[in-house]
């Protein structure tokens, strides 16, 4: 892969007329097998809150990996539409990811209120309805059965009024991509580490406050990989398909170790974004099918772990930690009992219930 710096400013602002052969195809498996590399991250991160193994399992890298690859693939998606039909319809891509996202969660939440009385355990109303109206970023109400949908929050915000920039103006979308790159991590150091204005003064506190819940890190992942499909369709990223055979393994490998260890503490604010950018570098050299990573990603039970991605996350909760059915009988809490049950009810949820609003998500192309 080329990175070419000569004239970087005409190249970033010039009109986009021309889908890289690169994006051409439809699928690709690698992405695939790196939500199924990042979905085990997370389940396995919750199985072990309450075991010592634990602290070795990095959970959060998942969930980051998500948003890269979502604002990857969602810009990716309107930029070919917008180039080979000369618009976007804004109203079929909304309806899209409603079809994708709101079904299974909400069935989830219908479930999560069923088992709530089955098993009594407490499950608030606020908790409810801020996962229902995706405001779960916002520290409204938390409990452990809806805490994920905090992520899910994150990317319906972004799908609000990202695309909508995005399509009308590539190149405001991409200064304001390069604003809150640069803006959000000062204020996140400023207003919260009582320094000035920014902590003396309550309003400001709380505009603060409000800007990183919507600017968090969460969405400066989906930004960033929002950047980077943006980047080659200005052509100022270059896939070459005769790089490194290892590269793209060898970038993976230093994103996971930089990752734990800015979890640790050990590393400053600036590592999570080195950590992105590496991320991101990952998945557009996994674009071609010459490496190592790429084969390994392409691997049919990370491929089937990556579809089923959005339905584990969902179910995973009950399943992980602190289940409804702990201890009421036998093997109960048993790990390889609930990892099972997840796995069954995960593909039962997307096999037998997501497929049809997936099918019907076709009619909106």
Same mark, same amino acid.
């Given at each position: 892969?080329?990175?070419?710096?000569?004239?970087?400013?005409?190249?970033?602002?010039?009109?986009?007329?021309?889908?890289?052969?690169?994006?051409?195809?439809? #699928?690709?498996?690698?992405?695939?097998?790196?939500?199924?590399?990042?979905?085990?991250?997370?389940?396995?991160?919750?199985?072990?809150?309450?075991?010592?193994?634990?602290?070795?399992?990095?959970?959060?890298?998942?969930?980051?990996?998500?948003?890269?690859?979502?604002?990857?693939?969602?810009?990716?998606l309107l930029l070919k539409e917008k180039i080979s039909k000369g618009c976007v319809s804004l109203k079929n891509f909304y309806i899209r990811r409603t079809l994708r996202i709101f079904p299974v969660a909400y069935l989830y939440i219908?479930?999560?209120?069923?088992?709530?009385?089955?098993?009594?355990?407490?499950?608030?109303?606020?908790?409810?309805?801020?996962?229902?109206? $995706?405001?779960?970023?916002?520290?409204?109400?938390?409990?452990? #059965?809806?805490?994920?949908?905090?992520?899910?929050?994150?990317?319906?915000?972004?799908?609000?009024?990202?695309?909508?920039?995005? @399509?009308?103006?590539?190149?405001?979308? @991409?200064?304001?991509? %390069?604003?809150?790159?640069? &803006?959000?991590?000062?204020?996140?150091?400023?207003?919260?580490?009582?320094?000035?204005?920014?902590?003396?003064?309550?309003?400001?506190?709380?505009?603060?406050?409000?800007? &990183?819940?919507?600017?968090?890190?969460?969405?400066?992942?989906?930004?960033?990989?929002?950047?980077?499909?943006?980047?080659?369709?200005?052509?100022?990223?270059?896939?070459?398909?005769?790089?490194? $055979?290892? &590269?793209?393994?060898? %970038?993976?490998?230093?994103?996971?170790?930089?990752?734990?260890?800015?979890?640790?503490?050990?590393?400053?604010?600036?590592?999570?974004t080195i950590f992105a950018v590496l991320i991101a570098f990952v998945i557009v050299l996994n674009l071609t099918e010459n490496n190592l990573l790429t084969w390994i990603l392409s691997n049919p039970l990370l491929v089937k772990l990556? @579809? %089923?991605?959005?339905?584990?996350? @969902?179910?995973?909760?009950?399943?992980?930690?602190?289940?409804?059915?702990?201890?009421?009988?036998?093997?109960?809490?048993?790990?390889?009992?609930?990892?099972?049950?997840?796995?069954?009810?995960? #593909?039962?949820? #997307?096999?037998?219930?997501?497929?049809?609003?997936?099918? &019907?998500?076709?009619?909106?192309?």
């Amino acid at each position: 892969m080329l990175l070419d710096l000569r004239d970087f400013k005409v190249k970033l602002f010039k009109r986009v007329d021309s889908i890289p052969e690169i994006l051409n195809k439809g #699928y690709y498996p690698s992405i695939d097998g790196l939500r199924g590399i990042s979905i085990l991250s997370v389940i396995f991160r919750h199985f072990s809150l309450n075991e010592s193994w634990g602290v070795w399992i990095d959970g959060t890298i998942g969930i980051h990996i998500f948003f890269i690859i979502s604002g990857f693939l969602i810009t990716t998606l309107l930029l070919k539409e917008k180039i080979s039909k000369g618009c976007v319809s804004l109203k079929n891509f909304y309806i899209r990811r409603t079809l994708r996202i709101f079904p299974v969660a909400y069935l989830y939440i219908l479930t999560l209120i069923v088992l709530s009385n089955i098993f009594d355990f407490s499950l608030s109303s606020k908790s409810i309805l801020t996962s229902i109206f $995706y405001l779960k970023n916002f520290p409204i109400a938390s409990e452990w #059965y809806t805490g994920h949908f905090w992520s899910l929050s994150v990317e319906e915000q972004f799908y609000l009024a990202a695309p909508i920039v995005l @399509i009308t103006s590539t190149n405001k979308y @991409i200064r304001i991509l %390069l604003a809150l790159f640069i &803006l959000v991590p000062i204020i996140d150091y400023v207003g919260f580490h009582n320094i000035g204005i920014f902590y003396s003064v309550r309003w400001v506190h709380v505009l603060t406050f409000l800007f &990183l819940a919507l600017f968090n890190q969460g969405t400066l992942y989906i930004l960033l990989g929002s950047l980077f499909s943006i980047l080659i369709f200005k052509k100022i990223i270059i896939v070459n398909k005769n790089s490194s $055979y290892y &590269l793209s393994a060898v %970038l993976f490998l230093i994103a996971v170790f930089i990752h734990f260890s800015y979890l640790s503490g050990s590393v400053p604010y600036l590592s999570s974004t080195i950590f992105a950018v590496l991320i991101a570098f990952v998945i557009v050299l996994n674009l071609t099918e010459n490496n190592l990573l790429t084969w390994i990603l392409s691997n049919p039970l990370l491929v089937k772990l990556g @579809i %089923l991605s959005y339905s584990l996350y @969902i179910w995973q909760q009950v399943f992980t930690s602190d289940q409804p059915w702990k201890k009421a009988f036998i093997y109960s809490d048993s790990i390889l009992f609930n990892l099972f049950a997840l796995l069954i009810t995960a #593909y039962c949820s #997307y096999h037998f219930y997501e497929v049809k609003f997936l099918a &019907l998500k076709k009619r909106f192309k």
